[in-house]
Nanobody, 124 residues
Framework: QVQLVESGGGLVQTGASLKLSCAAS????????MGWFRQAPGQERECVAA????????YYADSVKARFTISRDNAKNTLYLQMNSLKPEDTAVYYC?????????????????WGQGTQVTVSS
C-alpha cells in the first residue's frame, strides 16, 4: 500500500506554468512506476505522462509532449509534473498514480494506487 497526495493545482491563464507534486508515503516509493492522469468533464481519464521506477524512461501523451515534464525524486518520495504553456484544453482534475508493475504504463488499468486529484483550470 502507498498513499498519494497531489498538490500544486490552481487557476491560471493561458500560457502560464504550474508544477504539480505528488507526495508518497507507505511502501518504498522507488518500488513503483508512476504516472500522471487527467480527467475533464465528459472525457475519459487519460494518461498524461509516466515514468519508470528509477526515472530512466518516460512517456508523454502527444497532446502534452514538449510542454510537460514528468520527474521524480526518490529521496524525497515525490513525483512532479512541470506544466508549461498551458492551454484551456489542459483544464482537468489531475491524478497521481502508482503501478506495481514497475515499468512505464500508459493506461489506467496498469495502476494500483491513486491520489485524490488536484484541479487545474486554465482560463482563456
Amino acid at each position: 500500500q502507498v498513499q498519494l497526495v497531489e498538490s500544486g493545482g490552481g487557476l491560471v491563464q493561458t500560457g502560464a506554468s504550474l508544477k504539480l507534486s505528488c507526495a508518497a508515503s507507505g511502501r518504498t516509493f522507488s518500488s513503483y512506476a508512476m504516472g500522471w492522469f487527467r480527467q475533464a468533464p465528459g472525457q475519459e481519464r487519460e494518461c498524461v505522462a509516466a515514468i519508470n521506477r528509477i526515472g530512466t524512461n518516460t512517456y508523454y501523451a502527444d497532446s502534452v509532449k514538449a510542454r510537460f515534464t514528468i520527474s521524480r525524486d526518490n529521496a524525497k518520495n515525490t513525483l512532479y509534473l512541470q506544466m508549461n504553456s498551458l492551454k484551456p484544453e489542459d483544464t482537468a482534475v489531475y491524478y497521481c498514480a502508482a503501478s506495481r508493475t514497475l515499468g512505464v504504463q500508459a493506461t489506467s488499468g496498469g495502476y494500483d494506487y491513486w491520489g485524490q486529484g488536484t484541479q487545474v483550470t486554465v482560463s482563456s
